[in-house]
């Protein structure tokens, strides 16, 4: 007797076992000679890598023997060409995974997101296609809440302004008189990840923290949350913690400004076209924002890799000394590369293995 175990998957094949059972009896005296051969065809993933990340996400999925392939070079069309050979990917943003690239992909399985923000992808194209997306923002939640708060204190404190003159020989102590968190309203925007890394870290600070978001019953000891039309009457500091949609994008504009009941400092470290910059220039040439502390900006090219726009907005942005403009790296820390990347693995292996 022969039986073949052939699941007809198409990957490596492993021979499991050849039994042969020889002059085995049955009651009646008779002698069964039975062959069994067993041939299985074990399905393995193969991966392509198109971004550098941690190292340890090329060893933990060798280590499962995945199949890893790395690309951090072809251009869109090349990587769109071979793309039906894979059955994941693992990006933080290099190149778009729009509809056309999706629908190329006959074979993909998940897309891995080294990060926060999936506005690289198309979703809705994605989840029709059932392709499983995957992020990671539980990895740089807390490099993105601790600069919120290093940014806050260097504005409101004036400390690089007045580290700046002392080196330059300029000794002012009136002109860099600070303003405290403590007793301020914060408002965040948006309360998943980021937003309660940060409202954890100001309630240290003696803050109020408030937060709006679209999710109801997400108060915590750390904030409260309430309408976006109290969020605008009370907050002192607005900071946004939300990814970029087609409901989210240019959310700070001259409305919203003009409807904030106090003053107030404004904080971005989620996406720079959630601001409708004009507006926020003019708010800070007006007062209305006492300062800005900017982690991005409208004008980052998609790949957050450098600024594809010079204008005089942003060149008012780079010469204000109420505006702290760094290059997209709120979310930048050595020990979050290594947490983003091993929550992107612990994913994967959870779904596939």
Request: hydrophobic residues 40%; glycine residues 6%; contains cysteine.
């Amino acid at each position: 007797m022969l039986l073949i175990l052939d699941f007809q998957i198409k990957s490596i094949l492993f021979l499991y076992s050849y039994n042969r059972i020889k002059n085995t009896f049955i009651p009646d005296g008779n002698s069964v000679i039975c062959e069994i051969v067993s041939v299985i065809y074990v399905y393995i993933m193969k991966i392509l890598l198109l971004d550098k990340n941690h190292p340890l996400i090329t060893e933990q999925l060798l280590a499962k023997n995945f199949i890893l392939e790395e690309d951090f070079t072809s251009p869109y069309d090349e990587v769109c060409n071979k793309i039906e050979n894979y059955d994941g990917i693992i990006i933080r943003s290099r190149i778009p995974l729009d509809q056309n690239f999706l629908e190329k992909a006959k074979n993909l399985k998940f897309i891995a997101r080294v990060g926060a923000g999936m506005e690289n992808i198309d979703i809705p194209v994605a989840e029709k296609l059932g392709i499983q997306l995957i992020n990671s923002p539980e990895g740089n939640r807390d490099s993105v809440a601790e600069h919120v708060l290093g940014m806050l204190l260097l504005i409101m404190n004036r400390l690089f302004i007045a580290s700046q003159e002392v080196k330059n020989g300029i000794w002012k102590r009136e002109e860099n008189r600070g303003d405290e968190l403590l007793g301020k309203t914060v408002g965040l925007i948006g309360y998943g990840n980021m937003g309660k890394a940060t409202a954890r870290r100001l309630s240290g600070f003696g803050c109020k923290v408030i937060f709006y978001d679209i999710l109801p019953g997400l108060s915590d000891e750390f904030a409260t949350q309430v309408t976006f039309e109290e969020l605008k009457k009370s907050s002192e500091v607005i900071s946004l913690h939300i990814p970029l949609t087609s409901e989210t994008h240019d959310l700070i504009d001259e409305v919203f400004i003009g409807e904030m009941k106090n003053d107030f400092y404004f904080v971005n470290t989620a996406r720079g076209k959630n601001v409708e910059t004009k507006s926020l220039v003019n708010a800070l040439k007006s007062g209305k924002v006492k300062g800005a502390c900017l982690d991005v900006l409208e004008y980052e090219k998609s790949s957050f890799e450098h600024l594809e726009t010079e204008n005089e907005d942003l060149k008012y942005l780079l010469d204000s000394e109420n505006v702290i403009v760094t290059p997209h790296i709120a979310g930048w820390t050595h020990q979050s590369k290594e947490k983003l990347a091993q929550f992107i693995v612990d994913k994967i292996v959870a779904s596939y293995c």
